[in-house]
């Protein structure tokens, strides 16, 4: 057991993959109280040693060290969590004398390491420091919560798998498959829908490619990384150069071909990898697809960067 939250009696609740807590019994912890949202936080183990705690916009909120959550936090042994009138203290093993299970030896399980095409998708809010400004705590935590939620449920109901929460944002990811374009193409659709609300404003980018999967001890979770991980995320950073957000989704060559996503939105080719990850060598141009609507703010920037902007003529 690497992970577990204690009750105040002392009994263990292990943390095995992502554990629910709420009110009823699909939960993880089922929590029966009236003050318990029915979906009220989740904790996400992922990477190696890490887990995050995430408030799904309940009604009065999850605190950790009496501090209300108002975004996905990471919890490190000895935090206290509240849920309602319920009191955990989050254990990880590491911490000398805490593990229920000490003395008690396993031999070691070599990590598999693989690769595999995948969809990555990454999403985040925009201008969360505004939004903890001018929003009260409380209403915060709902606002974050309840976007983490609806993206959660789109992205699972499509197979896919939330894989990492970054704070103000999160990895999401699906096998590829002959099924998986069909369904990613409904994730954009339906993210596209969120986004129209505005509440909040977040953009997100997609892209697909070969994923080193494994390597690292996740309880059940993958643990992504390399090239085609590195390129979304700085996909992600460039996407940022859109101060006014007209342009909320990137989807790049490589994810557009497979799964064609309307036209208005913002590709890039998929040969920006080249220049975004170290230790690539360039080859062929570098070239950014642009259906318009774009800044000049932004149209200026890709410019400087050295790249081709051409307009959208409806094929690749």
Known sequence: MRAWLEKPEGEPVPILGNLSLGRGAPNGVALPNERVSRRHAIIHSQGEDE????????????????????????????????????CFVFRQTGHRGNDPLAGQTTSHTLVDVRTAPCWLLVADVEGSPRLAQHLPADKLAVLMGQ?????????????????KYLGDGYLAFWYASPDTPAAVVKVVEALRRLQQQANPRFRFVLHRGDVLLGGAISMGEESLSGTAVNFTF???????????????????????????????????????????????TPAGPREIVLPGGISPLAESEIKQRGWTVRKWTGTW
């Open 234 to 280: 700085r996909l992600e950073k460039l996407a940022r150069i859109e101060a006014r957000g007209d342009v909320p989704v990137a989807v790049t060559e490589a994810g557009a071909v497979l799964a064609p996503v309307p036209v208005d939105y913002l590709s890039w080719s998929d040969t920006l990898d080249r220049h975004f990850v170290p230790g690539r």
């Open 51 to 86: 887990y995050w705690l995430v408030d799904l916009g309940s009604r009065n909120g999850t605190y950790v060290n009496e501090r209300r959550v108002n975004q996905p936090v990471p919890l490190r042994d000895g935090d206290q969590v509240r849920v309602g009138p319920f």
């Open 147 to 163: 976007w983490f939620l609806n993206c959660k449920q789109i992205i699972e109901q499509a197979g896919g798998t939330m894989n």
